[in-house]
Protein backbone atom coordinates (compact mmCIF):
# COMPACT_ATOMS: atom_id res chain seq x y z
CA UNK A 1 0.00 0.00 0.00
CA UNK A 2 1.21 3.17 -0.95
CA UNK A 3 2.41 5.68 2.04
CA UNK A 4 2.69 9.01 2.75
CA UNK A 5 6.48 7.71 4.21
CA UNK A 6 7.05 5.93 1.41
CA UNK A 7 6.69 9.71 -1.23
CA UNK A 8 8.87 11.37 1.56
CA UNK A 9 11.96 8.49 1.59
CA UNK A 10 11.90 8.92 -2.37
CA UNK A 11 11.86 12.88 -2.18
CA UNK A 12 15.12 12.17 -0.51
CA UNK A 13 17.06 11.19 -3.56
CA UNK A 14 15.97 15.13 -5.22
CA UNK A 15 18.58 17.47 -4.24
CA UNK A 16 18.12 21.45 -4.73
CA UNK A 17 20.15 22.53 -7.62
CA UNK A 18 23.41 23.46 -7.03
CA UNK A 19 23.97 22.12 -3.44
CA UNK A 20 23.97 18.02 -2.06
CA UNK A 21 21.07 18.15 0.21
CA UNK A 22 17.66 17.37 -0.61
CA UNK A 23 14.24 18.64 -0.44
CA UNK A 24 12.96 17.01 2.50
CA UNK A 25 15.98 18.42 4.19
CA UNK A 26 15.53 21.64 3.49
CA UNK A 27 11.94 21.67 4.65
CA UNK A 28 10.44 22.26 1.21
CA UNK A 29 7.93 19.64 1.08
CA UNK A 30 4.43 21.22 2.29
CA UNK A 31 2.10 18.24 2.27
CA UNK A 32 1.84 14.66 0.76
CA UNK A 33 -1.51 13.56 0.38
CA UNK A 34 -1.70 9.78 -0.45
CA UNK A 35 -5.46 8.06 -1.50
CA UNK A 36 -4.84 4.66 -2.91
CA UNK A 37 -2.62 4.78 -5.79
CA UNK A 38 -3.06 8.47 -5.87
CA UNK A 39 -0.15 10.95 -4.73
CA UNK A 40 -0.53 15.14 -4.32
CA UNK A 41 2.58 16.52 -3.61
CA UNK A 42 3.29 20.15 -2.96
CA UNK A 43 6.47 22.09 -2.54
CA UNK A 44 7.33 24.87 -1.35
CA UNK A 45 10.11 27.21 -2.60
CA UNK A 46 11.80 30.04 -0.83
CA UNK A 47 14.07 31.22 -3.64
CA UNK A 48 15.76 30.20 -6.67
CA UNK A 49 13.66 30.95 -10.22
CA UNK A 50 10.90 29.28 -12.91
CA UNK A 51 14.27 27.13 -13.92
CA UNK A 52 15.02 25.97 -10.36
CA UNK A 53 11.33 25.25 -9.69
CA UNK A 54 10.62 23.27 -13.02
CA UNK A 55 14.26 21.30 -12.78
CA UNK A 56 12.81 20.33 -8.76
CA UNK A 57 9.46 19.32 -10.41
CA UNK A 58 10.93 17.09 -12.87
CA UNK A 59 13.59 15.31 -10.60
CA UNK A 60 10.60 14.78 -7.99
CA UNK A 61 8.41 13.42 -10.95
CA UNK A 62 10.94 11.29 -12.13
CA UNK A 63 11.73 9.50 -8.73
CA UNK A 64 8.11 9.41 -7.70
CA UNK A 65 7.01 7.50 -10.52
CA UNK A 66 9.89 4.64 -9.93
CA UNK A 67 8.22 4.04 -6.02
CA UNK A 68 5.70 1.23 -5.82
CA UNK A 69 1.76 1.70 -6.08
CA UNK A 70 1.84 5.30 -7.56
CA UNK A 71 -0.78 4.97 -10.21
CA UNK A 72 -1.91 8.57 -10.61
CA UNK A 73 1.13 11.72 -9.80
CA UNK A 74 0.52 15.42 -9.52
CA UNK A 75 3.36 17.44 -8.28
CA UNK A 76 2.55 20.89 -7.63
CA UNK A 77 6.16 23.46 -6.98
CA UNK A 78 4.68 26.88 -5.59
CA UNK A 79 7.20 29.60 -6.32
CA UNK A 80 8.52 31.90 -2.77
CA UNK A 81 6.06 34.94 -2.28
CA UNK A 82 6.62 37.91 -5.30
CA UNK A 83 8.66 35.29 -7.39
CA UNK A 84 7.43 34.83 -10.99
CA UNK A 85 5.59 31.05 -10.60
CA UNK A 86 7.11 28.09 -12.12
CA UNK A 87 6.05 27.12 -15.00
CA UNK A 88 3.52 24.01 -15.47
CA UNK A 89 5.24 22.59 -18.78
CA UNK A 90 7.96 19.86 -19.03
CA UNK A 91 10.77 21.84 -19.66
CA UNK A 92 11.63 24.85 -22.28
CA UNK A 93 8.96 24.95 -25.14
CA UNK A 94 9.85 23.83 -28.97
CA UNK A 95 10.54 26.13 -31.64
CA UNK A 96 8.22 26.13 -34.22
CA UNK A 97 9.02 25.14 -37.41
CA UNK A 98 12.20 22.77 -36.14
CA UNK A 99 11.37 18.63 -35.10
CA UNK A 100 14.45 18.12 -33.54
CA UNK A 101 17.13 20.12 -31.76
CA UNK A 102 20.58 17.51 -31.05
CA UNK A 103 23.45 19.66 -28.61
CA UNK A 104 27.05 18.40 -29.48
CA UNK A 105 28.98 18.58 -26.60
CA UNK A 106 32.35 17.60 -24.67
CA UNK A 107 33.79 17.77 -21.40
CA UNK A 108 36.77 19.79 -22.08
CA UNK A 109 38.01 21.28 -25.20
CA UNK A 110 40.68 20.24 -27.92
CA UNK A 111 38.35 17.18 -28.51
CA UNK A 112 37.16 18.49 -31.77
CA UNK A 113 33.92 19.27 -31.00
CA UNK A 114 33.40 21.76 -33.34
CA UNK A 115 34.82 20.21 -35.91
CA UNK A 116 32.48 17.02 -35.78
CA UNK A 117 29.43 19.37 -35.12
CA UNK A 118 29.98 21.00 -38.47
CA UNK A 119 30.88 17.51 -40.56
CA UNK A 120 27.93 15.78 -38.89
CA UNK A 121 25.57 19.44 -39.46
CA UNK A 122 27.20 18.99 -43.52
CA UNK A 123 26.60 15.08 -43.51
CA UNK A 124 22.93 14.97 -41.90
CA UNK A 125 22.54 17.81 -45.12
CA UNK A 126 24.14 15.26 -47.42
CA UNK A 127 21.44 12.54 -46.41
CA UNK A 128 18.73 14.95 -47.23
CA UNK A 129 17.71 16.90 -44.32
CA UNK A 130 17.29 20.32 -43.79
CA UNK A 131 20.03 21.39 -41.48
CA UNK A 132 20.83 24.38 -38.89
CA UNK A 133 23.66 24.81 -36.72
CA UNK A 134 23.84 26.90 -33.91
CA UNK A 135 26.98 27.96 -32.27
CA UNK A 136 26.77 28.29 -28.63
CA UNK A 137 30.40 28.94 -27.82
CA UNK A 138 30.24 32.71 -27.17
CA UNK A 139 33.31 33.51 -26.12
CA UNK A 140 35.79 31.60 -28.76
CA UNK A 141 33.06 31.32 -31.79
CA UNK A 142 34.63 28.29 -34.74
CA UNK A 143 31.89 28.16 -36.77
CA UNK A 144 32.20 30.45 -39.68
CA UNK A 145 35.69 29.60 -40.27
CA UNK A 146 34.93 26.34 -40.81
CA UNK A 147 31.79 26.36 -42.59
CA UNK A 148 33.87 29.28 -45.01
CA UNK A 149 31.24 32.35 -43.96
CA UNK A 150 31.51 35.77 -42.10
CA UNK A 151 28.52 37.62 -43.54
CA UNK A 152 26.27 39.99 -41.42
CA UNK A 153 22.69 38.08 -40.58
CA UNK A 154 19.89 40.30 -42.19
CA UNK A 155 16.86 41.70 -40.32
CA UNK A 156 13.46 40.19 -41.75
CA UNK A 157 9.83 42.18 -42.02
CA UNK A 158 9.70 40.70 -38.60
CA UNK A 159 12.59 42.03 -37.27
CA UNK A 160 13.75 38.77 -36.61
CA UNK A 161 17.81 37.87 -37.46
CA UNK A 162 18.18 35.68 -40.96
CA UNK A 163 20.84 33.58 -40.37
CA UNK A 164 23.54 33.36 -43.28
CA UNK A 165 23.93 30.19 -45.45
CA UNK A 166 26.44 27.83 -46.61
CA UNK A 167 26.92 24.59 -47.84
CA UNK A 168 23.10 23.87 -47.50
CA UNK A 169 23.38 24.82 -43.61
CA UNK A 170 21.54 27.64 -41.83
CA UNK A 171 24.25 29.08 -39.59
CA UNK A 172 24.34 31.43 -36.31
CA UNK A 173 27.48 32.36 -34.52
CA UNK A 174 28.42 35.23 -32.34
CA UNK A 175 31.29 34.95 -34.87
CA UNK A 176 28.94 36.86 -37.23
CA UNK A 177 28.17 39.92 -35.22
CA UNK A 178 31.45 40.86 -33.48
CA UNK A 179 34.67 42.14 -35.94
CA UNK A 180 37.90 40.28 -36.49
CA UNK A 181 39.50 39.06 -33.51
CA UNK A 182 37.37 41.43 -30.92
CA UNK A 183 36.99 39.30 -27.61
CA UNK A 184 33.65 39.26 -25.83
CA UNK A 185 34.42 39.95 -22.70
CA UNK A 186 30.45 39.13 -20.90
CA UNK A 187 29.30 37.85 -17.74
CA UNK A 188 26.84 34.75 -17.74
CA UNK A 189 23.07 36.97 -17.67
CA UNK A 190 24.61 38.52 -21.01
CA UNK A 191 25.24 35.35 -22.73
CA UNK A 192 22.43 33.44 -21.49
CA UNK A 193 20.82 36.66 -23.14
CA UNK A 194 22.21 35.77 -26.20
CA UNK A 195 21.81 32.22 -26.75
CA UNK A 196 17.66 32.92 -26.05
CA UNK A 197 17.78 35.35 -29.04
CA UNK A 198 19.62 33.13 -31.14
CA UNK A 199 17.18 30.27 -30.43
CA UNK A 200 13.90 32.65 -30.48
CA UNK A 201 14.80 35.71 -32.71
CA UNK A 202 16.50 33.77 -35.27
CA UNK A 203 14.31 33.20 -38.51
CA UNK A 204 15.03 29.26 -38.72
CA UNK A 205 12.21 28.50 -40.89
CA UNK A 206 11.47 24.64 -41.27
CA UNK A 207 14.27 22.58 -40.20
CA UNK A 208 14.78 18.84 -39.40
CA UNK A 209 17.88 19.31 -37.24
CA UNK A 210 18.75 22.04 -35.48
CA UNK A 211 22.27 21.38 -34.52
CA UNK A 212 23.80 22.80 -30.90
CA UNK A 213 27.36 22.90 -31.07
CA UNK A 214 27.57 24.06 -27.17
CA UNK A 215 30.97 25.21 -25.34
CA UNK A 216 33.71 23.03 -23.69
CA UNK A 217 32.61 22.17 -20.05
CA UNK A 218 30.02 21.27 -17.90
CA UNK A 219 29.84 24.43 -15.45
CA UNK A 220 26.57 26.80 -15.24
CA UNK A 221 27.15 28.43 -18.33
CA UNK A 222 26.02 24.20 -19.96
CA UNK A 223 24.08 23.07 -17.42
CA UNK A 224 21.57 26.87 -18.42
CA UNK A 225 21.98 26.39 -21.90
CA UNK A 226 20.55 22.81 -21.95
CA UNK A 227 17.52 24.28 -19.73
CA UNK A 228 16.67 26.85 -22.24
CA UNK A 229 17.35 25.31 -25.46
CA UNK A 230 14.46 22.71 -25.66
CA UNK A 231 17.05 19.82 -26.59
CA UNK A 232 15.86 16.53 -28.03
CA UNK A 233 19.20 14.22 -27.31
CA UNK A 234 22.88 15.37 -26.77
CA UNK A 235 26.05 13.56 -28.50
CA UNK A 236 29.13 13.57 -26.51
CA UNK A 237 32.47 13.92 -28.45
CA UNK A 238 35.69 12.26 -26.65
CA UNK A 239 39.31 11.06 -27.84
CA UNK A 240 40.21 7.88 -26.93
CA UNK A 241 42.53 8.50 -23.63
CA UNK A 242 41.35 8.45 -19.75
CA UNK A 243 42.09 12.38 -19.49
CA UNK A 244 39.47 12.79 -22.15
CA UNK A 245 37.02 10.41 -20.77
CA UNK A 246 37.20 11.56 -17.26
CA UNK A 247 35.55 14.91 -18.14
CA UNK A 248 33.50 12.56 -20.76
CA UNK A 249 31.49 11.00 -17.47
CA UNK A 250 31.46 14.35 -16.38
CA UNK A 251 29.49 14.82 -19.41
CA UNK A 252 26.78 12.41 -19.27
CA UNK A 253 26.41 13.55 -15.81
CA UNK A 254 25.45 16.85 -17.27
CA UNK A 255 22.87 15.45 -19.39
CA UNK A 256 20.88 13.47 -16.88
CA UNK A 257 20.56 16.07 -14.72
CA UNK A 258 18.51 18.40 -16.57
CA UNK A 259 16.71 15.17 -18.44
CA UNK A 260 17.95 15.42 -21.86
CA UNK A 261 18.74 12.26 -23.20
CA UNK A 262 22.01 10.81 -24.10
CA UNK A 263 21.75 9.47 -28.41
CA UNK A 264 25.52 8.39 -28.04
CA UNK A 265 29.45 8.56 -27.81
CA UNK A 266 31.16 9.91 -30.72
CA UNK A 267 35.24 9.23 -30.45
CA UNK A 268 36.99 11.66 -32.53
CA UNK A 269 41.24 11.34 -33.44
CA UNK A 270 40.83 7.38 -33.09
CA UNK A 271 43.88 6.53 -34.62
CA UNK A 272 45.99 7.28 -37.67
CA UNK A 273 47.01 5.55 -40.74
CA UNK A 274 50.82 6.82 -42.30
CA UNK A 275 51.08 6.68 -45.91
CA UNK A 276 52.73 3.33 -46.02
CA UNK A 277 49.85 1.75 -44.22
CA UNK A 278 50.80 1.79 -40.71
CA UNK A 279 48.08 2.23 -37.96
CA UNK A 280 49.39 4.66 -35.41
CA UNK A 281 47.12 5.20 -32.44
CA UNK A 282 48.29 8.34 -31.10
CA UNK A 283 45.79 8.99 -28.11
CA UNK A 284 45.23 5.18 -27.62
CA UNK A 285 42.11 3.45 -28.63
CA UNK A 286 38.62 1.93 -28.43
CA UNK A 287 37.94 4.76 -25.33
CA UNK A 288 34.91 5.73 -26.34
CA UNK A 289 32.99 2.42 -27.21
CA UNK A 290 34.15 1.08 -23.54
CA UNK A 291 33.21 4.07 -21.93
CA UNK A 292 29.47 3.80 -24.08
CA UNK A 293 29.45 -0.12 -23.11
CA UNK A 294 30.01 0.76 -19.62
CA UNK A 295 27.73 3.12 -18.76
CA UNK A 296 25.25 1.09 -21.61
CA UNK A 297 24.47 3.90 -24.24
CA UNK A 298 25.16 4.28 -27.54
CA UNK A 299 28.54 4.08 -29.50
CA UNK A 300 27.89 6.18 -32.83
CA UNK A 301 31.21 5.81 -34.30
CA UNK A 302 35.04 7.00 -34.40
CA UNK A 303 36.83 9.14 -36.53
CA UNK A 304 40.02 8.70 -37.56
CA UNK A 305 42.86 11.06 -37.95
CA UNK A 306 43.20 12.70 -40.93
CA UNK A 307 45.34 15.44 -42.84
CA UNK A 308 41.69 16.52 -44.76
CA UNK A 309 39.82 17.03 -41.99
CA UNK A 310 41.82 19.67 -40.81
CA UNK A 311 42.51 21.07 -43.75
CA UNK A 312 38.79 21.48 -44.69
CA UNK A 313 37.96 22.64 -41.50
CA UNK A 314 40.84 25.80 -42.05
CA UNK A 315 39.52 26.76 -45.64
CA UNK A 316 36.02 26.62 -44.81
CA UNK A 317 34.66 23.67 -47.24
CA UNK A 318 34.21 20.18 -44.34
CA UNK A 319 35.43 17.18 -45.72
CA UNK A 320 31.83 15.97 -45.96
CA UNK A 321 31.43 18.77 -48.67
CA UNK A 322 34.72 18.31 -50.48
CA UNK A 323 34.37 14.95 -50.67
CA UNK A 324 31.67 12.52 -49.81
CA UNK A 325 32.83 9.51 -51.27
CA UNK A 326 36.55 9.53 -49.47
CA UNK A 327 36.55 7.80 -46.07
CA UNK A 328 37.07 10.69 -44.15
CA UNK A 329 33.47 12.32 -45.20
CA UNK A 330 32.45 8.86 -45.13
CA UNK A 331 33.25 8.22 -41.26
CA UNK A 332 30.56 11.87 -40.72
CA UNK A 333 28.32 10.24 -43.03
CA UNK A 334 27.97 6.76 -41.11
CA UNK A 335 27.29 8.47 -37.25
CA UNK A 336 24.42 11.05 -39.99
CA UNK A 337 22.94 7.52 -40.82
CA UNK A 338 22.88 6.24 -36.93
CA UNK A 339 21.97 9.77 -35.78
CA UNK A 340 19.16 9.85 -38.29
CA UNK A 341 18.09 6.49 -37.52
CA UNK A 342 17.71 6.78 -33.96
CA UNK A 343 15.58 10.32 -34.04
CA UNK A 344 12.87 8.85 -36.77
Known amino acids: MLTQQAILDALKAVKYPGYTRDVVSFGLVKSVA?????????LQLTGGNAQTAQQIKTEAEKVLRGVKGVEQLYIEVLAPA????????QGPKGVPGIRRVVAVASGKGGVGKSTVSVNLACALRHLGATV??????????SIPLMMGIHDKPTISAEE???????????L????????????VIWRGPMIMKTIQQFVSDVEWGELDYLLV????????????LCQTVPLD????????????????RKGIAMFEKVNVPILGIVEN???FTTPNGERVEIFGHGGGRAEAERRKIPFLGEIPIYVEIRVGGDAGVPVVVSGSQAPPAKAFIDIAKTLHKTLQ
Open 34 to 42: VNGGSAHVT
Open 82 to 89: GAQAPVQS
Open 132 to 141: GLLDCDIYGP
Open 160 to 170: KLVPPFKHGVK
Open 172 to 183: MSMGFLIDGDAP
Open 213 to 224: DLPPGTGDAQLS
Open 233 to 248: GGVIVTTPQEASLGVV
Open 269 to 271: MSY
